[in-house]
């Protein structure tokens, strides 16, 4: 698979209080063979956000795979406030329409999780193209966001996918 390298750069999330945006022409997505990916890469840490293709029809499942890579020669440590892990949301025009939170609950449960030299935890999530009122999601360019709930929090950049008409 075909990655996209930037350095420096985390986007910080409005769970913590904080805007983003992130202009369009900037967000660094690929197409290849497998899908549509936008990932990050700093010093120790690899994380990748995929769909399996560019374009949907309407009703068609929307396949999403989030992936976080230990890159460095020691163990990682992350700590996590709640029982959640990881979640994914997916965006048009800035609403959200679904969050594999939805319908789930969250403990407050601290945890200290390891992350050795090399390796990855991969989450898989399928999006039924159906909003919060579970009306159906209208064609049109929707954004796809995975946070990894660690503190700090770490997510690569949206990657963007369309719903066509048939």
Request: aromatic share 10%.
């Amino acid at each position: 698979m075909r990655q996209i390298a930037i350095t420096s750069i985390l986007i910080l999330l409005p769970a913590l209080g904080l805007a983003f945006t992130v202009p369009e022409d900037t967000i660094p997505s690929v197409r290849d063979d497998e899908g549509v990916c936008a990932s990050i890469i700093d010093d120790e840490i690899f994380l990748q956000v995929s769909v399996d293709k560019e374009s949907y029809l309407p009703g068609e499942e929307v396949q999403i795979d989030f992936l976080i890579t230990n890159l460095s020669d020691s163990m990682i440590k992350l700590f996590f406030p709640t029982s959640q892990k990881y979640h994914i949301s997916i965006y048009c025009d800035g609403e959200e329409l679904w969050n594999s939170r939805d319908g789930t609950f969250t403990l407050p449960l601290f945890s200290l999780y390891n992350i050795a030299s090399g390796e990855s935890l991969a989450y898989h999530e399928v999006w039924a193209q159906l909003k919060k009122n579970d009306k159906p999601a209208k064609p049109g360019t929707y954004q796809v966001l995975a946070v990894f709930s660690s503190t700090p929090v770490l997510s690569p950049p949206p990657v963007s996918f369309r719903i066509v008409e048939r």
